[in-house]
């Protein structure tokens, strides 16, 4: 057995719902799977339709008790959540580790970005606060926010513990509760966090329904639930679009995939610009992270020069055991998402890119079983390929060549993805230039890849709808209510609104 990783427990979780931990009510399990070598690491109970209005029924019950609390009461509790989360680091993040194929240290960060971000939620909650709108003299007119109730969360592969715990909070310190589903790919952790928000929280507060897609179907479709939040890929988020527009009017945010582009002029530091481009394409996670920068779009004058340093920086990325410390890049999460991989990698071949590192399996006895990729780097790439234009959500980089500042805005928003974007300039005025025409919600001047605290993140087309991290996300889980008052002594006016 592998000397990071002595001891490999086999894990059975159990779904949190009103306050129990609960297996699916007709037995069916789901089993999690291993990316580093097949094995089956544990299972999780396969949450049926009945499941899951259990679970909005539960929520539902508890939601008027939760709303009546103060806010004080409400961000006590999430500290304490976050406290007992903390508590755990480091089982949670050895574990999501194994399942998710990540590398440790990373996701030891995640744990500790998620309480952050609850923190934040809990004190950012005081400015859920209306108005007053001076239209009449004879009227106040004033707005309030209310929760909406019941707030359904589909969670992805790739963060699990820190996007369910981070996303929690702002959804019931604004007075909801809600239903989680988490990823069927890696949903071991989810457990964990159920025994903790059975600890912490009163009971139908947090429920935590495990499954597959039917399971997160039947959250998506549930009359009751008239707000849904999902991190995931653009295909999915139509088909949650829809499936919610089917059984209700409900209010749906999307933070989808994103083939975001690093744009670097030719002032600009090549070794900085190398740094961050392998930097920003996550090679931690694999290069599954939905902000990954895929695209290095360099100036003619820097090109050569920027790329060579690319691959020096690559060529040192070690794959190894995601418990190893030394190890910079694990697995690729899923079967399907490991086929996926090596098909686009096999499609920037026939299209005429330049393979430059990579392109295959790794060699050596351990990388004979798992879903293992070799960090990719392809040059000679344009947007006439596929490979430029598609979201591959692995270990591959694809590396463009453009003349001036035109060409770059122009191949930069060649897509129909819109999530990230990254200028590299030491010119103020091309900088602000470039990062306005750029089609991304979020764009980093001589940076990348960092979230800041408030911050609002979120795409452009079809990278999503919606923003997260900031206090538009507290805003988007209440809806707005007008209250009309007509003074004392007042007269009826039907003019008076005009």
């Known amino acids: 057995m592998n000397a990071v990783n002595p001891v490999q427990p086999y894990v059975t979780g159990l779904m949190l719902i009103g306050g129990e931990l609960v297996e699916s009510c007709d037995g069916q399990w789901l089993e999690s799977i291993n990316p580093a070598d097949e094995s089956v690491l544990g299972r999780v109970p396969l949450g049926s339709a009945a499941d899951m209005a259990a679970a909005v029924d539960a929520a539902a019950a508890a939601q008027p008790a939760w709303a009546a609390l103060s806010m004080a009461q409400r961000a006590a509790y999430i500290h304490k959540l976050g406290d ?3 508590a755990r680091t480091d089982e949670i993040a050895k574990l999501e580790s194994l399942d998710t194929g990540n590398t440790v240290g990373p996701m030891r960060r995640d744990v500790n970005t998620a309480v952050d971000r609850m923190r934040f939620a809990a004190g950012l909650a005081y400015e859920l606060k209306g108005e007053t709108i001076p239209s009449t003299p004879g009227n106040i007119h004033l707005t309030i926010r209310q929760p909406y109730g019941v707030i359904g969360r589909i969670i992805p592969f790739n963060h699990p513990i820190g996007f369910a715990a981070s996303r929690i909070a702002p959804a019931i310190i604004s007075g909801n509760t809600i ?6 790919q890696s949903p071991l952790s989810a457990s964990i966090l159920g025994e903790i928000c059975r600890q912490v929280l009163p009971a139908g507060v947090v429920n935590i329904v495990t499954g597959g897609r039917e399971t997160g179907e039947a959250l998506v479709r549930h009359p009751r639930v008239k707000r849904i939040a999902f991190i995931g890929q653009p295909p999915s988020g139509m088909a949650i679009q829809k499936a919610a527009a089917e059984t209700a009017v409900k209010y749906v945010t999307l933070e989808l995939g994103g083939k975001n582009p690093l744009i670097a002029f030719g002032d600009a530091d090549p070794d900085k610009i190398a740094a961050c481009s392998v930097g920003g394409m996550n090679f931690g996670w694999q290069g599954q992270s939905c902000g990954s920068m895929s695209r290095i779009l360099l100036h003619e004058s820097i090109h050569d020069d920027v790329v060579q340093r690319i691959l020096e920086r690559v060529r040192k990325i070690k794959l ?15 079967k399907a998402q490991y086929r996926k991989v090596l098909s686009y990698i096999d499609l920037g071949r026939t299209e005429g890119a330049k393979l430059l590192h990579g392109g295959g399996v790794p060699t050596g006895e351990q990388f004979q079983r798992g879903y293992w990729v070799e960090p990719t780097v392809f040059g000679d790439v344009t947007m006439k390929m596929r490979l430029a234009k598609e979201e591959v959500f692995g270990p591959v980089m694809s590396i463009l060549k453009f003349r001036d ?9 060649d897509i ?4 990230t974007a990254a200028v590299w300039t030491n010119d103020i005025n ?4 470039v990062a306005q025409a750029v089609q991304a919600g979020y764009v980093w001047v001589n940076g990348v890849g960092q979230h800041y605290r408030g911050v609002p993140y979120g795409g452009f087309k079809n990278s999503g709808v919606g923003r997260e991290e900031g206090i538009s996300e507290l805003l988007s889980y209440t809806e707005e209510k007008v209250i009309n008052i007509v003074l004392g002594g007042a007269e009826y006016n039907p003019a008076a609104g005009h």
Do not use: F, Y
């Not at 239903?179 to 069927?184: G, T």
């Not at 190894?320 to 899923?334: S, Y």
């Open 416 to 419: 129909d993805l819109g999530l």
């Open 430 to 433: 091309r900088a602000l230039r």
């Open 405 to 413: 500042e035109a060409d770059a805005i122009a191949m930069a928003n």
């Open 84 to 86: 007992a989360i903390l």
């Open 179 to 184: 239903v989680v589903k988490p990823s069927e």
């Open 320 to 334: 190894g055991h995601p418990l190893d410390p030394q190890t910079n890049m694990g697995p690729v999460n899923n």
